[in-house]
């Protein structure tokens, strides 16, 4: 089964992708912070990342780059909640950039269209 690892600090958002996604089949693991995301990945085998960027004190950019890093093979994509991250060159190392929506449309597509190229 599909994993895909959900980094977010919005508790509601964690149970939100987790019901949602499972329903599409995948298993969920989630993370409230870049320190829990990055025990999970050591780990567990897991086969695409959900990453917000601004999590509390942390930035999901630094943690996108380390995962560039370590785990170059992994896609990455990156769901925030402001689209002037599209700018920043660093988020350019993520496979994709989603605005988070209410409509979770666009995010399953862009993880079916991820996990096809990985295939």
């Known amino acids: 089964m599909t994993k895909i690892l ?3 600090d ?3 958002l964690r149970l939100l992708y987790s019901e949602e996604f499972s329903e599409e089949g995948y298993e969920v693991v ?10 999970l990945l050591e780990a567990r085998d897991i ?5 917000d960027i601004q999590i509390k004190q942390e930035s999901g950019l630094d943690m996108l780059q380390n ?7 992994l896609p990455v994509i990156l769901c925030s909640a402001y689209n002037c991250y599209k700018d920043d060159f660093s988020s350019w ?4 950039y989603i605005v988070k929506s209410s409509d979770l449309g666009e995010l399953k597509q862009e993880i079916a269209r991820q996990l096809a190229r990985r295939a």
């Open 6 to 8: 959900f980094v977010d």
């Open 10 to 12: 919005e508790a509601s």
């Open 30 to 39: 989630t993370a409230a912070n870049c320190q829990e995301a990055t025990s």
């Open 47 to 51: 086969d695409l990342v959900v990453l």
């Open 67 to 73: 995962i560039v890093q370590n785990q170059k093979d």
């Open 93 to 96: 190392l993520a496979d994709a």
